[in-house]
């Protein structure tokens, strides 16, 4: 798959990501054993062996859902930094700083959807998000690695994840593109989980569509997150999200966010049905991905 999320099909969305060495598999799981969504996918979770090192200090304070990879070393680091949009730390051992994922690209020219870099000289790369922070709806969420932009959203919905653009990037640059397929994910700030869950539905104009999910009261669910994208951009509302009977989102474009999903919302043990809706308008599409980490 070099690296690509699965396409879509427009009515059945099935879902994602990265390559073949992620140890990434498609299933409805048995909801006795694991979460059970439609056309879902899930994604295993790796802890880095540099974790028990000092190197690991600054990463576990402030990063969360991370891609990374373990290259033949060594990393010139200030290749890196010719990279790095800003120097946020620097030793002589590692430095960190914020990435274009896209290069020169400025799609989305915020710097809150730049992801953070970790380069160290012995070979280790991590590309993450900031842990999310209560109240900051635009921080560190796991839908927000969802890249919505590379995409045609009515033949092509998904392509890519913003976190394995980054590392793609910058590994290419640093010359050690050819150890991408060995990349894993990591979430700092919950080393106990072991899985992404990804669920991803499509509605086109004037539609409702829905999936159901069930989660098993015996997992430990570590965070609930979701990311709308509607291909009408403007001020009219073009897409409606919704648990059950519960409004999660009613927007335009791209939003994502995690505060919105309570565990009264998404509870265990039931069946819930997860809905997108499209606003009628010519060529409108909507897109829901639900994400849950958990173990």
């Not at 990265?18 to 969504?37: C, E, F, H, M, Q």
């Not at 020169?104 to 160290?120: A, I, L, M, N, Q």
């Amino acid at each position: 798959m070099n690296g690509k999320w699965i396409k879509i099909g427009s009515v059945l969305a099935t879902l994602l990501l990265v390559s073949s060495a992620l140890y990434l598999y498609s299933r409805n799981i048995d909801p006795k054993s694991g979460v059970y969504a439609d056309n879902s996918q899930e994604l295993s979770l790796t802890p880095p062996t540099f974790l028990a090192t000092a190197a690991a200090t600054y990463l576990e304070q402030e990063a969360g859902i991370s891609i990374y990879v373990n290259t033949t070393g060594p990393l010139n680091l200030d290749t890196a930094k010719s990279v790095m949009i800003n120097i946020e730390n620097a030793t002589s051992d590692y430095v960190v700083g914020s990435l274009n994922p896209w290069g020169s690209s400025t799609e989305f020219s915020g710097s809150d959807d730049y992801p953070h870099c970790f380069v160290h000289k012995d070979g280790w790369i991590v590309v993450y998000y900031l842990t999310p922070k209560p109240g900051y709806a635009d921080q560190g969420w796991l839908g927000k690695i969802v890249d919505w932009r590379v995409c045609d959203p009515i033949s092509d919905p998904i392509t890519d994840n913003l976190l394995y653009d980054g590392l793609r990037r910058i590994a290419t640059q640093l010359g050690k593109q050819g150890d991408l397929p060995t990349a894993k994910y990591y979430h700092f700030q919950h080393p106990a989980a072991t899985k992404l869950l990804f669920a991803v539905k499509k509605a086109s104009s004037d539609t409702i569509a829905t999936f159901n999910i069930y989660i098993p009261g015996t997992l430990t669910i570590y965070e609930r997150s979701w990311s709308c994208y509607s291909n009408v951009w403007g001020t009219t509302l073009t897409h409606t999200f919704k648990i059950g009977d519960n409004q999660i989102s009613r927007s335009y474009g791209r939003r994502y966010g995690g505060l919105e999903i309570t565990a009264g919302k998404l509870p265990s043990n039931t069946y819930n049905v997860i809905s997108i809706s499209a606003d009628s308008y010519y060529g409108n599409a909507a897109y829901v991905c639900l994400i849950l980490l958990y173990s």
